[in-house]
């Protein structure tokens, strides 16, 4: 039972745009999330967490949006880069306790010169 | 930052024979260590966590018998895949709760053949 879905497998964005990538969740018990970016044959690098308690954080080019009520979250890329080409994983655990991460299938980023 | 050391990040071995892989947490204590195991085109699907001084608490589908897991000190943890199949082959990870968050292995691409 996928309790965090991705349901775009691919995304393609000009260099210098916006991606956004979204991720779904069905377990009301998650309070936070967390996105990852992974290559091929490597582990998933981590990019941003939000806890339940917040509806955005930021990061540099990097920004979460959590909607808690339609159980959503997204993020956000701006600009674009090529270098940002990868896989990215929405992720999500039951508190910030050292609990397991339930991932969803990833979106795979294609930035265009 | 906190750095999980996943040995070794390729393998090929014999139908029937076992592979271990090696997870150590370089500068922080690991108390909790997860293994996933990424299927082509799928999410990353937690198999086990892996607790210093207890037995491993194995997901619903995983064999504890195949999936042979060790956390023998605060620093190591090791999955052994125990007489390996060709549908054994797969990508492994494993994850620590680091103490600013989770940080991943680089991961072990097993093929049997």
């Known amino acids: 039972d996928q309790q965090v879905k991705q349901n775009s497998p691919s995304l393609s964005v000009q260099e210098g745009r916006i991606s956004i990538l979204n991720c779904d969740y069905t377990n009301s018990m998650f309070d936070y999330f967390l996105w990852y970016k992974k290559y091929p044959a490597e582990g998933p690098t981590f990019l941003i967490s939000i806890s339940s308690i917040k509806d955005k954080n930021e990061d540099g080019r990097f920004t979460v949006f959590l909607n808690k009520s339609a159980k959503h979250l997204s993020l956000h890329i701006v600009p674009s880069q090529p270098g940002d080409s990868a896989v990215y994983f929405c992720a999500a655990s039951v508190s910030n306790s050292g609990y397991a991460l339930n991932f969803g299938k990833g979106t795979s980023l294609l930035v265009t010169p | 930052g906190a750095v999980v050391s996943q040995h070794p990040s390729r393998v090929i071995c014999k139908s029937g024979t076992s592979v271990k892989i090696e997870c150590r947490s370089l500068d922080f204590q690991a108390t909790t260590m997860f293994w996933y195991r990424q299927f082509p085109k799928k999410s990353l699907m937690l198999m086990a966590t892996s607790n210093e001084g207890s037995k491993a608490t194995y997901e619903q589908g995983v064999e504890k018998d195949k999936f042979l897991i060790n956390h023998a000190s605060l620093t190591l943890s090791t999955l052994t895949v125990t007489s390996a199949h060709p549908e054994d082959s797969s990508f492994y990870i494993c994850?620590?709760?680091?103490?600013?968050?989770?940080?991943f292995g680089s991961g072990t691409r097993l093929t049997v053949v």
């Open positions: 994850s620590a709760r680091a103490p600013y968050g989770y940080t």
